[in-house]
């Protein structure tokens, strides 16, 4: 496909570009995002936008684990896909999809954060599930359409912890003496921003 770059390794194939093999996962995954933010506007800031940050996909049968990165390496995001890696996974008693029931958020586990750092990405969601790729019958429509809702889901309550996270910090304006009109204008302008700042003009005496 013209304009895409591919880098072959032994355990995967990555496309520098927009194709990516079983890619209606992700179509139906950004559907929900997007219905997932008109619901709730104040979570859009937090939920990715799949068309623009790298991803990753493991596969095994109807099984996978969608790696999403919160941002991109380059002009373009990367795209991928990786199979083959699976049984020297198992071998080492890795293997997240064997077991797999339903639909997990396996962000915080030790293996995610080392296939993230294998793959070349900044460390963000993995999300795992089924999802009948390749089957374009009406009930498979039906089935890809409830995956991609679970998947969402899950994406969604990373995002509400986040936003969580973000309302309850502060951004504390270090500085000396001779500089405080230069942060207090620096204090005006985050507040505009809406981000919470601790400033000792106003803040010292609540200690």
């Known amino acids: 496909m013209e304009g895409l770059t591919f880098v072959r390794e032994p355990y995967m194939v990555l496309a520098e570009g927009c194709y990516l093999p079983r890619a209606d996962l992700l179509g139906y995954v950004q559907d929900k995002l997007y219905q997932v933010a008109f619901a709730h506007p104040e979570l859009k800031p937090y939920l990715p936008h799949l068309p623009e940050v790298d991803l990753f996909v493991s596969w095994d049968e109807d099984k996978f684990i969608l790696f999403i990165s919160p941002g991109r390496r380059g002009h373009l995001p990367a795209r991928g896909m990786e199979t083959t890696h699976l049984p020297a996974q198992r071998e080492q008693g890795q293997d997240l999809l064997r077991n797999l029931r339903g639909f997990e958020d396996l962000t915080d586990t030790s293996a995610t954060q080392q296939s993230f750092e294998q793959l070349g990405l900044a460390t963000g969601l993995a999300i795992a599930g089924t999802f009948p790729a390749g089957d374009y019958s009406e009930e498979a429509k039906a089935a890809k359409a409830g995956a991609a809702a679970e998947v969402a889901k899950l994406i969604q309550r990373r995002a509400e912890q986040r936003r969580q996270q973000m309302e309850n910090s502060r951004i504390f ?30 803040d010292l005496g609540n200690i």
Do not use: I, Q
Request: avoid cysteine; aromatic fraction near 6%.
């Open 173 to 202: 304006l270090s500085h000396k003496g001779v500089n405080k009109p230069l942060v207090e204008r620096v204090d005006r302008a985050l507040r505009l921003l809406d981000l919470k700042t601790w400033f000792d003009r106003d």
